[in-house]
Structures are given as structure tokens and as C-alpha cells.
């Protein structure tokens, strides 16, 4: 019951609630299946940049991995709070063991070229988002990482096409999210998805993510 209600309060937008619920779920029956993961995300989602919190949990997907299992899942979180703290190397290599779980996790596809680029890898960043745009056409966040890896090779016209893609798609997905909160709810958010604030309104993306 106490996971239950977390699942909806994070479905709500209240993590600071579900965080508690997730907590109480665990004094319960510290062997529930999936509840230290949703833990770590919503601790994550919450409280973004804190490092204790961080440090929090990973202690939490540590014992996943220890009781559970790993998971291409698991390693792509461990790599987010790794590419969060600039360990570029330590979040390619969570990539890196997430794909090797699962060779076609499109989040993984995505998180790994995004270090990449960050790397200054335009060409292997574009073999994996494009791997990834296939498998997930309606990615806005794979189309516009693509677009910033074409432009770095001065594809202009395909760096053209996959932004025109992304701006469709988020254009239909922003729609999809109004509905969501007139319904008093938050959909998931989409992996690496590009915050407005970044997003440049011209023909190509200005400003690499």
C-alpha cells in the first residue's frame, strides 16, 4: 500500500510526498521488489544537484544491484549522477555497462552520446543517436541531440532535418502534457529531454547540450 500511494504521488508531481511513502514501504519490508529503484529516482528528480542526496541514492541502487540484480536501468541512473558531478569517464562506463545488459536501451543510447558529445565525439555520439531515433522515433530528446551532433560535423541540412523533427515533436508532446495536468497529474518525464530555456528557435540548434 505505502508503494502504491508513492507510485501516485510521483504521478501527481509531489516527490517530496512519495519520497516519504517509498520510505515507510521499506521500514515495512526492507526486501520489496522495485522499491529502492523508484526511490533513487524520485530522490534524484527531487533534489537534483545535491550531493548528499545523490550520495543517498546511490547507496540505494547499490543495494539493488546487491539484493536484486543489476540492470540496464540501474547503470544508466548510476551514470546520470556520474555525468552530474563531470566524472565523464565513470558515466561512460555506466553507459557503456547498460548497453552491454541491454544492447538496444534506447536511454542508454542517449545518455552514452550525450558524454560523447560532451567529449567532444560528434562522429560516435551520431552512431548511437541514430540507433536510437530509429528504435524511438518520437525521442524529441534522441532528434535533438542528433541535430547538435550534425551540426558539430557541419551537416547543416541533416542538422536542419532533425531539429524540424524535434520541434514537431515536442511541439505534440507539450499539447500531451497540458491534458496531463488539467487531470491534476505529470507524465514521465522523456530521457534527457531538452529544457525549454535550451531550446533555440531558428533552423538549427545554436548552443550544443
Known amino acids: 500500500m505505502q508503494q502504491a500511494i508513492a507510485e501516485r504521488l510521483v504521478n ?28 533513487a529516482e524520485a530522490i534524484l528528480q527531487s533534489f537534483k544537484g545535491d550531493a548528499a542526496l545523490q550520495t543517498e541514492a546511490e547507496k540505494e541502487l547499490a543495494t539493488v544491484i546487491a539484493t536484486e540484480g543489476d540492470s540496464p536501468k540501474v547503470q544508466c541512473v548510476l551514470a546520470q549522477i556520474a555525468f552530474d558531478r563531470s566524472d565523464l569517464e565513470q ?35 551520431r552512431k548511437y543517436l541514430e540507433v536510437a531515433v530509429r528504435a524511438d522515433p518520437l525521442n524529441s530528446g534522441a532528434h535533438y541531440q542528433l541535430a547538435q551532433a550534425c551540426r558539430r560535423l557541419q551537416m547543416t541540412d541533416e542538422a536542419k532535418k532533425e531539429f524540424q523533427l524535434f520541434r514537431e515533436i515536442k511541439k505534440t508532446k507539450d499539447q500531451v502534457e497540458a491534458l496531463y495536468q488539467q487531470m491534476n497529474r505529470q507524465p514521465k518525464p522523456e530521457a534527457y529531454e531538452v529544457p525549454d530555456q535550451d531550446v533555440q528557435h531558428d533552423d538549427a540548434p545554436q548552443h550544443d547540450q
Open 91 to 125: 558515466a561512460r562506463v555506466h553507459f557503456t555497462r547498460s548497453l552491454a545488459l541491454d544492447p538496444q536501451y534506447t536511454t542508454a543510447q542517449i545518455g552514452l552520446a550525450r558524454v560523447l558529445m560532451t567529449m567532444n565525439q560528434p562522429q560516435e555520439a
Open 12 to 39: 501527481q508531481g509531489d516527490l517530496k510526498s512519495a519520497i516519504e511513502h517509498y520510505r515507510k514501504a521499506l521500514d515495512l519490508d526492507p526486501r520489496l521488489q522495485g522499491v529502492r529503484f523508484e526511490l
